[in-house]
C-alpha cells in the first residue's frame, strides 16, 4: 500500500526551531515530488512547496520561501518541513502529499497531517 | 504568480441535488486543474485531475469540466458523505496555488 505518514503533533515555543517529517512507503520514493500544504486553523489549503527526492530540486510559494525549508533524504523516504524560529502565526496543520506525473501533478496520496502549536 | 478564484464560498444543498462549483484562473493553466475534498480531522481527498479525469476509486457523481481559465465541479445527485470543503488547485505552473475553497452544506 502506498502511503505517506508524518511524525506526530509539535508544540512549541515562539523562537523556538522544528523538524517535521513524512515517510513514504509502498513506492520508490524517488519517483515522486513531495508537496507541503498548510492549513491555518479555519482556513483554507495554502501550497507551501515541493522537492524532487531524487535531486531535492525545490520549488517554493513565494509567501513560504525564506520562511520554511523542504530537504529530503532518499536513503530514508523521507521529506522535511523545517522553521528555524516558529512564530504564532506558524499554528497550523501540515499536510505532505504526493504528486503523480501521470495524473497532471494532481495530489493523490496525503499524509494524515501534523498539527503544530507554537504558544509561549 | 496564477491565482484560483472558486464561486460560491459556501453553498447549502439537500441530498439528491444537483451542485456546480465553479473555479478560474487568472490565466490559461490548459487542463492542469485538480478538484480535492476535505472534511474535518482528515486528510484532502483528490477527485478529479487533469480538469475531467476521475480519480481511481472516486464516484461516478463527481465530473470536472472546463480548460483554459474556467472549469467546473458537479455533483450530479448529492449524498450525505459529499457534505465536505471543496477546493481546486492549478498544477500548470508553480508556484501551485489553490483556490480559497467551498463549503458544501447541508439545507
Known amino acids: 500500500e502506498v502511503q505517506l505518514v508524518q511524525s506526530g503533533a509539535e508544540v512549541k515555543k515562539p523562537g523556538e526551531s522544528l523538524r517535521i517529517s513524512c515517510t513514504g512507503s509502498g513506492y520508490t520514493f524517488t519517483s515522486n515530488w513531495i508537496n507541503w500544504v498548510r492549513q491555518m486553523p479555519g482556513k483554507g489549503l495554502e501550497w507551501m512547496g515541493r522537492?524532487?527526492?531524487?535531486?531535492?530540486?525545490?520549488a517554493y510559494s513565494p509567501s513560504f520561501k525564506g520562511q520554511v525549508t523542504i530537504s529530503a533524504d532518499k536513503s530514508t523516504s523521507t521529506a522535511y518541513l523545517q522553521w528555524s524560529s516558529l512564530k504564532a502565526s506558524d499554528t497550523a496543520m501540515y499536510y505532505c502529499?504526493?504528486?503523480?506525473?501521470?495524473?497532471?501533478?494532481?495530489?493523490?496520496?496525503w499524509g494524515q497531517g501534523t498539527t503544530v502549536t507554537v504558544s509561549s | 504568480d496564477i491565482q484560483m478564484t472558486q464561486s460560491p464560498s459556501s453553498l447549502s444543498a439537500s441530498m439528491g441535488d444537483r451542485v456546480t462549483i465553479t473555479c478560474r484562473a487568472s490565466q490559461t493553466i490548459r487542463n492542469y486543474l485538480n478538484w480535492y475534498q476535505h472534511k474535518p480531522g482528515k486528510a484532502p481527498k483528490l477527485l478529479i485531475y487533469g480538469a475531467s479525469n476521475l480519480q481511481s476509486g472516486v464516484p461516478s457523481r463527481f465530473s470536472g469540466g472546463g480548460s483554459g481559465t474556467d472549469f467546473t465541479l458537479t455533483i450530479s445527485s448529492l449524498q450525505a458523505e459529499d457534505f465536505a470543503t471543496y477546493y481546486c488547485q492549478q498544477s500548470y505552473m508553480t508556484p501551485w496555488a489553490f483556490g480559497q475553497g467551498t463549503k458544501l452544506e447541508i439545507k
Open positions: 522537492i524532487d527526492p531524487s535531486d531535492s530540486y525545490t
Open positions: 502529499a504526493r504528486d503523480d506525473r501521470s495524473s497532471l501533478y494532481g495530489m493523490g496520496v
